[in-house]
C-alpha cells in the first residue's frame, strides 16, 4: 500500500488543499466541524479511488482534484450524520464531533457538506458526474433508512443486509471509480467495468469492517469494540451466527439486542457465538472473494502500474486492521 500512496501523493496533497478551499465558510463553527473531521485522517480511500481510476482511463487534466474532493465532502457529511444516529462517542480514535459540538452542529454541517458538494459539481459543469453523485447520495440515504428498519431484526438475510452494504457503503465508492472513467471518456463498457470495481470492493470494504468491530483493538480500530451490536445492528458475522445456531442461543441475542446498554458481559457471550460458529472467518472469506471478483472487472484494462495500484488498494482491504 505504500507504494501506492507513493504513487499518488502529491494529486493527494493538492485533493487535500481542496478540502480546506472548499470548506470556506463565513460562519467559523462550519471550518471549524469541518477541519476537525477532515483533520482526524481516515484512509482518504474514496478521493484515490478517483485518483487512480481517472489515471486508468487516461485522463490528464486537473478536474480529478476537485472531484475527489467533492466525494470526501460527501462522505465526510455521513460520517456527522452517521455519528448522530448512532450516538458515537469516536471515529478514527478521535471525540467524535458530537460529542464535541453537540448533535445539533454536526447535523447542519453535514447539511453544509452535501451543499456545498453540489454546488461545486454544478460550477464544474460535468452532467454525468453531477448525476454520478447525485445517484449515489440518494441512494445511501435510503440505504441509512433500510438499515434503520433492520435494527434488531434478526430474520435479516444475508441478500437483505448485502442490499443495504450497497446502498449506504459500497454506492459511494463504485460513483468514485466511474467519475474517474467518466474524466477519462472511457467507453460505457469500461465505465461500467470501474463501477463494478467499486461496488464489490465497497462491499468487502463493509464486511471487514463488520468483522474488526468484533475483534479490532478499540485504540486501533478507532471505535468502540461491540459498536454495532449495541446498536442493535445485523451485521455479517453475527447474520452467518445466527443462521446456524439453536432457538435457546438465537433467544440469548434477541435478548441482548433489546437492552438499552450491552455490557461487557453480554458483548462476549454474543462473541463467543460469533466464533463457535465462525461468523468472522466467514465475513473474511466472503470480503476475500469480493475482493477477487473486484479485480476480475480490471481485466478489461492493459496490465499497467496504476491497475496494479488498484489492485493493490483492494488486497489492502481485506488485510487491514483498522
Known sequence: MD?????????????????????????LL??????????????????????????????????HVGVASVV??????????????????LRRGAVSANRVWGNEASVLVGDFL????FSIMVRAGSLPILQALSDATTMMAEGEVQQLINTCDLDLSEERYMQVVREKTAVLIAAACRCGGILGGL??????????????LGIA??????????????EEF??????????????????????????QEREMVSDIVEEDTLSDEDLQKVIALINRYDGIGYTRRRAQELVEQAKQHLQLFEECE?????????????????
Not at 507504494?3 to 460562519?27: G, H, I, N
Not at 467507453?187 to 464489490?200: N, T
Not at 478507532?222 to 432457538?247: F, N, Q, V, Y
Open 114 to 117: 452535501f451543499a456545498k458538494s
Open 306 to 322: 496504476v491497475r496494479q495500484a488498484l489492485e493493490i488498494v483492494a488486497d489492502y482491504v481485506v488485510s487491514r486492521n483498522k
Open 187 to 200: 467507453s460505457a463498457e469500461k465505465e461500467q467495468a470501474l463501477h463494478d470495481f467499486g461496488m464489490d
Open 72 to 89: 470526501e465532502f460527501i462522505h465526510t457529511a455521513t460520517l456527522l450524520h452517521d455519528d448522530v444516529v448512532d450516538g458515537a462517542e
Open 30 to 63: 462550519i471550518r471549524k466541524v469541518g477541519e476537525y473531521v477532515l483533520a482526524s485522517g481516515g484512509k482518504r480511500m474514496r478521493p484515490m479511488l478517483v485518483v487512480l481510476s481517472a489515471r486508468l482511463a487516461g485522463y490528464a487534466g486537473q478536474q
Open 222 to 247: 478507532g471505535k468502540a469494540c461491540g459498536h454495532d451490536l449495541e446498536e442493535g445492528k445485523m451485521t455479517m458475522p453475527l447474520i452467518e451466527a445466527l443462521r446456524h445456531c439453536s432457538a
Open 3 to 27: 507504494r501506492v500512496l507513493k504513487m499518488v501523493a502529491s494529486e493527494m496533497s493538492d485533493v487535500e488543499q481542496q478540502f480546506k478551499k472548499d470548506l470556506d465558510s463565513d460562519v
Open 205 to 218: 470494504f463493509q464486511f471487514m469492517d463488520d468483522a474488526l468491530d468484533y475483534v479490532a483493538d478499540q
